[in-house]
């Protein structure tokens, strides 16, 4: 069965450093998300993409976050300067239409120091 | 804005038993989706159940079945005949129809099933 992945599933890294997360999205999907669970929050939407553009983002998604999918297969979202708060579970995403089942990876674990 | 309601964060029952997890919403939308997915402790973000609100009928899926309330804004997840594997947080979300597909979330339900 197709599904998404992510790597890496830990990441460890100082404040003010800059961090990848990579998502492979499932092949003939076209909608592509990142969603974030702070430890004992809420999961929290923070961007989708469509059509190789961003369509839609939250407040938290604000100039140092960026998303590419650099090469038709993977999807990545960078953090340029990393802050203490952060730290979450990041969960990349994807469905084939904008209103069908999102498939969700198995979370990048980021612990900024 | 909408926003999502669970207000048990954590239930516990035994094998075998049903259990009710409540989820409450609140939009001005006519039109949208309701969610739940389960999240064991692999992490991994799993759909339980999907409703439409434009269709009466509540939804079911094996021992999973929904009680859609729209005019009260309740959307309650039913499991039948619980299992050890059931034992998960459980998180209900909204999304609005033709709009940018994101999912709202609720703060989630931990849901454990004991032998």
């Known amino acids: 069965e197709p599904e998404v992945t992510q790597t890496p599933s830990h990441q460890v890294t100082q404040m003010g450093q800059e961090v990848i997360l990579r998502c492979v999205p499932i092949?003939?999907?076209?909608?592509f998300y990142w969603y974030r669970q702070i430890l004992g929050q809420k999961v929290e939407f923070l961007v989708s993409?469509?059509?190789?553009?961003?369509?839609?983002k939250s407040e938290i998604f604000d100039d140092q976050f960026s998303v590419e999918r650099p090469d038709g297969s993977n999807f990545t979202l960078k953090i340029r300067s990393t802050k203490l708060e952060d730290s979450a579970m990041y969960f990349c995403a994807s469905s084939g239409a904008g209103e069908d089942e999102q498939y969700f990876g198995p979370g990048t674990r980021l612990t900024v120091t | 804005a909408q926003t999502v309601t669970q207000s048990q964060p954590e239930m516990s029952v035994q094998e075998a038993e049903t259990v009710t997890l409540s989820c409450t919403y609140d939009t001005s939308e006519n039109n949208y989706y309701l969610f739940w997915y389960k999240q064991p402790p692999s992490r991994q973000m799993i759909l339980v159940i999907r409703q439409e609100a434009y269709k009466q009928q509540n939804a079911t899926e094996n021992r999973f079945s929904v009680n859609f309330q729209k005019a009260a804004k309740s959307f309650s997840l039913k499991i039948s005949d619980s299992q050890l594997g059931d034992t998960a947080m459980y998180f209900c979300a909204f999304m609005k129809h033709g709009s940018n597909y994101q999912l709202i979330w609720g703060a989630g339900t931990k849901l454990i099933i004991k032998p």
């Open positions: 092949s003939n999907h076209l909608y």
């Open positions: 993409f469509y059509n190789n553009e961003i369509s839609e």
